[in-house]
């Protein structure tokens, strides 16, 4: 079963605008934590933002934040004020309590236009 | 920060040639880290556990005779693809966390784009 789900295969969005890329995730684990990551061509893999399943707030890094809705299972990641320096693959990742491992989703490919 | 350093960042070779990849973390102790292998324009996904001090833990369908995972160090992993074959090109990337069971994220290095011609 597909533990992460990122329906969006490609997002295109307006310098200055917002953009939401969407997330699901499906664990029975009650512990785990979600980890947003974007991709530049270049191939290393940056750290955006991190929720863990038993905050009660929403995680915000600067211009990210995660919209986490717990009892649907998403954790969608928002972007404001896009840059062009934003135009690249965002991976959603989860790992569980009771394994070490980080399970990714199959990306978005986020594009900024002027 | 945290700093995981591959190593090398791009190989070109021929075929059945042994390739060695290297994983450094920088200014933390790690006993355990990850090797992904991603294809082009698609996920990442997860080859092994690498545990330092004894064997490290495959993902079904990972040859570990084909990817020979060492872990010898709290410092350093190291990944030999043997006998190397054009269908293992591929870009094979890194990670280690501090801390797996916090919201410490694991780092990544930048990465290892394999060719095999």
């Known amino acids: 079963a597909q533990k992460i789900t990122q329906t969006q295969p490609g997002m295109f969005v307006q310098e200055k605008e917002a953009v939401t890329l969407d997330c699901t995730y499906d664990?029975?684990?009650?512990?785990?934590?979600l980890f947003w990551y974007k991709q530049p061509s270049s191939g290393e893999m940056i750290f955006l933002i991190y929720?863990?399943?038993?905050?009660?707030q929403n995680a915000t890094e600067g211009r990210y934040s995660l919209n986490f809705q717990k009892a649907r299972k998403s954790a969608n990641l928002v972007i404001s004020a896009s840059q062009l320096g934003d135009s690249a693959m965002y991976f959603c990742a989860m790992r569980e309590r009771n394994t070490d491992k980080l399970i990714f989703g199959t990306g978005t490919r986020l594009q900024v236009f002027p | 920060g945290a700093v995981v350093s591959q190593h090398p960042s791009r190989v070109i070779c021929k075929s059945g040639t042994s390739v060695k990849i290297e994983c450094r973390s920088l200014?933390?102790?790690?006993?355990?880290m990850f090797w992904y292998r991603q294809f082009p324009k698609k996920s990442l996904m997860l080859m092994a556990t690498s545990n330092e001090g004894s064997k490290a833990t495959y993902e079904q369908g990972v040859e570990k005779d084909k990817f020979l995972i060492n872990h010898a160090s709290l410092t350093l992993s190291t990944l030999t693809v043997t006998s190397a074959h054009p269908e293992d090109s591929s870009f094979y990337i890194c990670s280690a966390a501090e801390d797996l069971y916090s919201n410490q994220p694991q780092h990544f290095g930048d990465g290892t784009r394999l060719s095999i011609l």
């Open positions: 200014d933390f102790q790690a006993t355990t």
């Open positions: 929720q863990g399943s038993y905050d009660q």
């Open positions: 664990t029975s684990d009650p512990s785990y934590g």
